[in-house]
């Protein structure tokens, strides 16, 4: 699942090329949105909200999107050949005269008033990148269930919202803990505060960059080096699961690195 820092750059890129823009053209591939034509509606602004996308139009409208594992959009120039993906994958078409907006597999899309927007992101907490951003708050929900697993707190966008398995696996690496530690031992402060220092550092690029280090296959100490040496020990790093069976998420580790409790890993 896309980060919150990739989220925001995409936010970002759609609203250069579509904001104080008519659209020619909108099709949206949904079933309940098949009749729907935005096309003659203004782009207002594109704005992230932790993992999702919000496309707002005069009129008070709101095309909600969350790219979830696999979704994205992409950006054309008229008449450019689409590259995302196969035609069947399209689930929108946002056209200006100058752009077209394209969206692949997109799991959520909908409309719906902007005035009720807080339906499907007020359960949020604060958006690490969002203009609400409000530290003392997230210390306080992260550290709410002190004896909660830490990875899968930070996992759980009603603490903090932008946090995904990339940036999990590195802040624990850089506290020097595992996912499975208690929350209350991790250092929720700490935690919060290097969060929202990564996806600062990292939202204006793709890569979710936290080495440091721009050459490949060394951008992140542990994530993604199963078996592979930690960037900062040479231990084999190790991999496992966590948070719940039904939502189980990779996590990796350096067992050197990193003190803590641990499941059985590879």
């Not at 203004?42 to 696999?70: N, P, Q, Y």
């Not at 490949?216 to 790093?237: K, Q, S």
Request: proline share 8%; hydrophobic share 35%.
């Amino acid at each position: 699942m896309p980060e919150g820092d990739t989220v925001w750059l995409t936010a970002r890129r759609l609203d250069e090329a579509l904001a104080g823009r008519t659209l020619v053209r909108a099709d949206l591939r949904v079933p309940q949105l098949a009749t729907t034509d935005l096309a003659d509606r203004r782009v207002t602004e594109v704005v992230a909200r932790g993992k999702h996308l919000m496309t707002r139009f005069d009129g008070g409208l709101t095309l909600h999107s969350h790219l979830r594992m696999d979704g994205s959009w992409h950006l054309y120039a008229p008449g450019e050949r689409w590259r995302g993906g196969p035609l069947h994958q399209v689930r929108a078409v946002l056209e200006t005269p100058a752009r077209v907006a394209v969206g692949y597999r997109l799991p959520v899309l909908e409309l719906l008033p902007t005035a009720e927007e807080d339906g499907v992101v007020g359960h949020l907490g604060p958006d690490l990148l969002g203009p609400d951003w409000n530290a003392t708050e997230a210390v306080a929900r992260l550290g709410a269930e002190p004896a909660r697993p830490v990875g899968e707190a930070l996992l759980d966008q009603r603490n903090l919202a932008g946090v995904g398995n990339v940036y999990v696996s590195e802040l624990c690496f850089l506290r020097g803990i595992t996912p499975w530690t208690p929350v209350g031992e991790a250092g929720p402060e700490k935690l919060v505060a290097l969060a929202k220092k990564l996806l600062e550092a990292n939202k204006a690029r793709p890569g979710h960059i936290t080495t440091g280090d721009l050459r490949r296959g060394r951008t992140h100490w542990v994530y993604g080096r199963e078996h592979r040496p930690c960037l900062r020990c040479g231990t084999a790093v190790r991999v496992g699961q966590h948070g719940p069976p039904e939502r189980a998420r990779v996590a990796y580790w350096c067992p050197r690195c990193q003190r803590g409790p641990h499941p059985h890993a590879n």
